[in-house]
């Protein structure tokens, strides 16, 4: 069994930022899909970024603005965001898989992007 809670949303401006923390518990599998999501209203599920052996994978809407990190356990993930904008306004997902893979998923955090 793999758990995962995210936390730290919440409403910013444009061009503010935020850091997302994902506490993950279980035989989660750290380099098999383990990464960020995002929903927006009305809108499919994107990947934000992911962790694989060969380094973190970025979405374009996000690269260069949004950063990734893990501890060195593995157990918690780190989003940060920086210059948000509007169309970031999401709820965001942390996600993993364990060694059978079976994907999880957290509760989700709202994330609102609003002058």
């Known amino acids: 069994q793999v758990q995962l809670l995210e936390s730290g949303g919440g409403l910013v401006q444009p061009g503010g930022s935020l850091t997302l923390s994902c506490a993950a518990s279980?035989?989660?599998?750290?380099?098999?899909?383990m990464g960020w999501y995002r929903q927006a209203p009305g809108k499919q599920r994107e990947w934000i970024a992911l962790?694989?052996?060969?380094?973190?994978h970025y979405a374009d809407s996000v690269k260069g603005r949004f950063t990734a990190s893990r501890d060195n356990a593995k157990t918690t993930m780190y989003l940060q965001m920086n210059n948000l904008q509007p169309e970031d306004t999401a709820v965001y997902y942390c996600?993993?898989?364990?060694?059978?893979?079976?994907?999880?998923w957290g509760q989700g955090t709202q994330v609102t992007v609003s002058s």
């Open positions: 962790f694989s052996i060969g380094g973190t």
């Open positions: 996600t993993g898989r364990d060694w059978s893979n079976k994907d999880y």
């Open positions: 279980g035989d989660i599998a750290p380099n098999n899909y």
